[in-house]
Nanobody, 123 residues
Framework: QVQLVESGGGLVQAGASLRLSCVFS????????MGWFRQAPGKERQLVAV?????????YYADSVKGRFTISRDDAKNTVYLQMNSLKPEDTAVYYC???????????????WGQGTQVTVSS
């Protein structure tokens, strides 16, 4: 069974940076597409950034974070990262790490999910 553990959230001021980390265990990490999603109070879960399995070569970002956020993976550490720069108050949400073994990378219904980490950006 895949397990995902996120860390790195917190309270920051607008313009600051944070790096989220997600450690994967239970299966072969390099074979899984990985994604970061977020959900703000009263809103639907949103895809933030996804990266394909190690041999896939695909990365997608939500338009709202392009140029500010960077997703990356380190297969040696079974970890996926989300570097978030120039944070805005509208980035405030619970951020979830997710993993999926199916071919399509850009999807909302990933199979495995972490517990989430809170990111709060004050103005």
């Amino acid at each position: 069974q895949v397990q995902l553990v996120e860390s790195g959230g917190g309270l920051v001021q607008a313009g600051a940076s944070l790096r989220l980390s997600c450690v994967f265990s239970g299966r072969t990490f390099s074979a899984y597409n990985m994604g970061w999603f977020r959900q703000a109070p009263g809103k639907e879960r949103q895809l933030v950034a996804v990266i394909s399995w190690s041999g896939g070569g695909s990365i997608y970002y939500a338009d709202s974070v392009k140029g500010r956020f960077t997703i990356s993976r380190d297969d040696a550490k079974n970890t996926v990262y989300l570097q978030m720069n120039s944070l805005k108050p509208e980035d405030t949400a619970v951020y979830y790490c997710a993993a999926d073994f199916r071919r399509e990378v850009k999807r909302l219904n990933y199979t495995y999910w972490g517990q989430g980490t809170q990111v709060t950006v004050s103005s």
